[in-house]
């Protein structure tokens, strides 16, 4: 078992030649059997058994290609459940009906002459003999001195013998035997095309026998899958029986009785070194109530977990709901730590459904499962086309938000994807994680630093980027405040030297990552953000807008114009097809601000689960502080789905949600790690640090904003932009001696750029 293990991991030939052989061996017991079953009493040997032979040579190569199309030969093959079911059900069918038309085919070639059906003989009889010697040319087609007891007879037995004995073949001359089987099929094959054979109908092969080897057959290949199946299991059950011996078996109740958790429920059933024994079911839906699965009860609904607890001594529970919403996990949350037990969540439908993770890959509920929202919609389509054979540069790709645009981009195939980052350690990382994910075929790590101007220029003059993400920043509040210079530097003036080497070498799309921090600013962070802003909306402003040339009849056609026809009866595409775009940028700059995400670098999610791993107290700068938050995912899916509406000069914003306030997420997470706020865990105010706000916004109230295609989406343009003169001699302060003047002054020089930016000025 180990040797064949080894094969199929290693060796895609071998394993390719063991699985041909052990389908073919059982596909072939399959056709005996119903060859044996159909000709159950005959005496007639000879005839099927020949016919036999004659069917296999077609019949099983016909059934392993096609399974061989269906995938059973690269699937793995210690999973089989009603997918692959399916997909052998419908393999076996095709294999079926081409077998039945087969069939009928050969039934009608009786009709052609004698002499064809001769020559047929004399083509089976040869393909019988490995010597290739021919027939004798007066070998006659009925000897009538070949009679038992003849001397023709005695010299050659195989001639003829009894009825319902196998003929007896010997060695005596190549001649008499190369004769004996021509005469075999000569006289069998003939018998068949004229029907002779009882039940035939002149068929090659019956219906009856096709009928019958494909119910075998499909037997035999279920039981070979399942045989590779459980010997799958039970190594896994060796593994985990090695890994968990010393832990008690835990009485688990699976919330949620559907397709997730029945899959849950036979992982578990299937690998019982896991430690995790299901009891019981809970649903809300109460048609499902008294039923089993797995022979599993389903005893009530989620609400009775206290009942269900006492009487079933559950240890443990698991939400294996298919797509629950975060408010729904909150109370089950809640409803497991009034009972006092543990509770675990399976991966979600997405992670499942792309082989991402096993419903057995259970994890505790996190605060990101609590925070998040119902899933976003994006136009996948459109996302697609924009990104699709494009080069795609992502500045900051060691970051958070930087290596996730990266991830959602290699996956929707650029033709090229440039990593920019300055940290070598980070850009190892992402580089890493594409490659073990299969998306890094078109990965470029670059290191470099954003404020290097002949860096960056080298960079998009030798790779000539479509679309660029600028998504490097310094984010960190209080760090900035002590240090604005390198805000400036980074957050303002590395935005500005994009920005013009983005319009000097024609990249089509520009998307800057911006924050809410921006608005009405407190922190230098969130006012070099929002100086960034102004200029991107100012340069936009002096791009010349180009009149795109039109599609050709073709392509319109194709993007969904519908044809009409002119006086002279030839097609015409649609006025509005052929109708002239408006004038476009030839390059787009636009900004996206978002708030917080969960997990990323410096949220204060990683912080507050330090500090509660480390027995606390977490520290939460005010009592009343609120804050916006996202997944890292949904942000950037949002992103490149604000990337195909951009137009040019916008600022989109993302519907953040509600704003959370920062003591309650203090509290949910202590209580997830199964302890007591202020009781196992104390909760300490620091007040709030310099640049800090209480609460966010989401807007300024003199932007001009409107609704975009997506839900989800605002877009925000401002009453008057900027002039870029204007702003440029602003930032020529910065320039020219940033590091000569203190970071009061350089406050103070923000604020006449950004009026509404409130600085904390030290004494």
Not at 633 to 653: H, N, S, T, Y
């Amino acid at each position: 078992m180990r040797l064949l293990a080894h094969f199929f991991s290693h060796n895609s030939l071998c394993r390719f030649a063991i699985l041909t052989l052990l389908y073919g061996l059982a596909l072939s017991v399959a056709l005996f059997l119903a060859f044996s079953i159909r000709f159950y009493g005959h005496d007639e040997w000879d005839e099927w058994s020949l016919r036999f032979i004659f069917t296999g040579m077609w019949l099983v190569p016909l059934q392993i290609v096609i399974l061989a199309a269906h995938r059973h030969f690269s699937g793995m093959l210690g999973y089989f459940r009603m997918p692959e079911l399916w997909r052998l059900v419908r393999a076996m069918t095709l294999a079926t009906f081409l077998a039945f038309a087969c069939s009928y085919v050969s039934g009608e070639m009786h009709v052609l002459e004698r002499g064809r059906t001769q020559s047929i003989a004399e083509w089976f009889a040869n393909l019988l003999r490995l010597d290739h010697i021919t027939p004798p040319a007066n070998a006659p087609a009925n000897n009538p001195s070949a009679q038992p007891g003849t001397p023709e007879a005695r010299k050659n037995p195989a001639i003829h013998t009894p009825p319902g004995e196998a003929p007896i073949h010997t060695e005596s001359s190549d001649a008499a035997s190369t004769t004996s089987v021509w005469k075999s099929a000569q006289e069998i094959l003939p018998k068949s095309q004229s029907g002779a054979i009882p039940g035939t109908a002149g068929r090659l092969t019956p219906y009856l026998v096709i009928l019958v080897d494909a119910l075998l057959s499909f037997l035999f290949i279920c039981t070979l899958r399942v045989a590779f199946r459980t010997a799958h299991n039970i190594k896994n059950s060796r593994n985990d029986a090695q890994i968990n011996k010393t832990s008690p078996i835990k009485r688990m109740a699976i919330l949620g009785a559907g397709d997730v958790g029945a899959a849950l429920a036979a992982d578990w059933l299937a690998r019982p070194g896991l430690r995790r024994l299901p009891v019981v079911f809970l649903d809300d839906n109460e048609a499902k109530h008294s039923f089993r699965i797995h022979n599993i009860p389903v005893v009530g609904r989620i609400a009775d977990l206290a009942t269900v607890k006492q009487q079933y001594h559950i240890d443990e529970i698991v939400i294996a709901i298919g797509a629950p919403s975060p408010r729904r996990l909150s109370e089950v949350a809640a409803l497991a730590r009034e009972n006092g037990l543990r509770a675990e969540i399976v991966p979600s439908l997405i992670e499942l459904a792309s082989g991402q993770a096993r419903a057995s890959r259970i994890r505790p509920v996190e605060i990101q499962d609590l925070l998040g929202r119902d899933q976003i919609s994006l136009d996948n389509a459109a996302i697609g086309s924009l990104i699709r054979g494009k080069t795609v540069l992502v500045t900051g790709a060691g970051g958070s938000i930087g290596g996730e645009l990266c991830r959602q981009i290699a996956a929707r195939n650029p033709g090229c994807l440039l990593l920019v980052e300055r940290c070598e350690v980070q850009l190892f990382k992402i580089e890493q994680a594409l490659a073990e994910t299969s998306l890094g075929g078109s990965v470029q790590p670059i290191l470099g630093d954003i404020t290097d101007e002949a860096r960056m220029r080298h960079i998009l003059s030798l790779h000539k980027p479509d679309i660029i993400f600028h998504a490097a920043a310094h984010k960190h509040v209080p760090l900035m405040e002590r240090q604005p210079w390198e805000a400036i530097r980074n957050n303002t003036l590395g935005t500005r030297l994009l920005i013009e080497l983005a319009v000097e070498y024609g990249v089509a799309r520009f998307i800057l990552i911006s924050t809410d921090k921006a608005i009405n600013p407190t922190s230098v962070m969130g006012a070099t953000k929002r100086m960034a802003e102004i200029y991107l909306q100012a340069r936009q402003t002096t791009i010349p807008a180009e009149t795109p040339h039109p599609a050709p009849p073709a392509q319109a056609a194709a993007q969904g114009a519908t044809p009409r026809e002119t006086a002279d009866g030839n097609p015409k595409t649609s006025d509005a097809a052929t109708a002239p775009s408006p004038p476009v940028p030839r390059t787009r700059l636009m900004a996206v601000r978002f708030g917080n995400v969960l997990g990323s670098s410096g949220s204060v999610v990683p912080i507050f689960s330090r500090q509660i791993a480390n027995g606390g107290p977490v520290r939460v700068t005010h009592p009343d502080v609120t804050r916006y938050f996202m997944t890292i995912p949904e942000a950037v899916g949002l992103v490149l789905q604000c990337a195909v509406l951009g137009k040019g000069g916008e600022i989109f914003v993302l519907n953040m949600g509600k704003p959370v306030k920062i003591a309650e997420l203090a509290r949910q997470m202590i209580e997830l790690s199964n302890l007591r706020p202020d009781i196992d865990i104390a909760i300490e105010y620091t007040g709030l640090r310099p640049g800090e706000k209480l609460y966010e916004e989401l807007r300024y109230t003199e932007e001009a904003h409107a609704p975009t295609t997506h839900a989800d989406i605002m877009r925000f343009t401002p009453s008057h932009p900027d002039d870029l003169a204007l702003i440029t001699n602003s930032l020529s302060l910065f320039t020219s001696n940033i590091y000569g003047n203190s970071a009061n002054d350089l406050k103070l020089a923000i604020k006449k750029i950004v009026p509404e930016y409130h600085p904390y000025l030290a004494e």
